[in-house]
C-alpha cells in the first residue's frame, strides 16, 4: 500500500514539474508534437508509449530514459537528497560546527 502511495505521490511531483520535464522530453524527443504532449498530460505511462510508437524504442529503454529525466522528482517525494549539491552540504556541516561551538 505505501508504494501505491509513493507512486501517487511521484506522479503528482511529475505533473507539478511537467513543463519542465517536457521540455528535456522534447530536447531528446523532438519529433512529439506540444500537441501530443498535451494529451499526455503529465502521465508518463502515455508518454512512454507514444516515444515508443513515434521511435520504434523498446519500453524498457523508454523507461529507463525517463526514469532519468524524472529521478530527481522522485528523490524529493522520497525525501532522498544523497545527491544534494555539495555546498548544501557544506552549509550543513558548518552549520552544525557553529552550534556545537557556541554550547562551549
Given amino acids: 500500500m505505501?508504494?501505491?502511495?509513493?507512486?501517487?505521490?511521484?506522479?503528482?511531483?511529475?505533473?507539478?514539474?511537467?513543463?519542465?520535464?517536457?521540455?528535456?522530453?522534447?530536447?531528446?524527443?523532438?519529433?512529439?508534437t506540444d500537441r501530443e504532449f498535451d494529451e499526455v498530460r503529465g502521465d508518463l505511462g502515455v508518454l512512454n508509449g507514444l516515444i515508443q510508437q513515434k521511435y520504434g524504442i523498446s519500453a524498457s529503454d523508454v523507461e529507463r530514459k525517463l526514469d532519468e529525466l524524472t529521478a530527481e522528482f522522485r528523490r524529493a517525494v522520497k525525501g532522498d537528497n544523497?545527491?544534494?549539491?555539495?555546498?548544501?552540504?557544506?552549509?550543513?556541516?558548518?552549520a552544525t560546527l557553529r552550534d556545537q561551538f557556541r554550547q562551549f
Avoid at 544523497?82 to 558548518?94: E, L, R, S
Wanted: glycine share 2%.
Fill in 2 to 32: 505505501a508504494v501505491a502511495l509513493n507512486d501517487d505521490l511521484a506522479q503528482m511531483k511529475v505533473q507539478e514539474k511537467w513543463e519542465l520535464i517536457k521540455k528535456e522530453t522534447q530536447r531528446i524527443w523532438s519529433r512529439i
Fill in 82 to 94: 544523497t545527491n544534494a549539491p555539495v555546498d548544501q552540504k557544506q552549509d550543513g556541516v558548518q
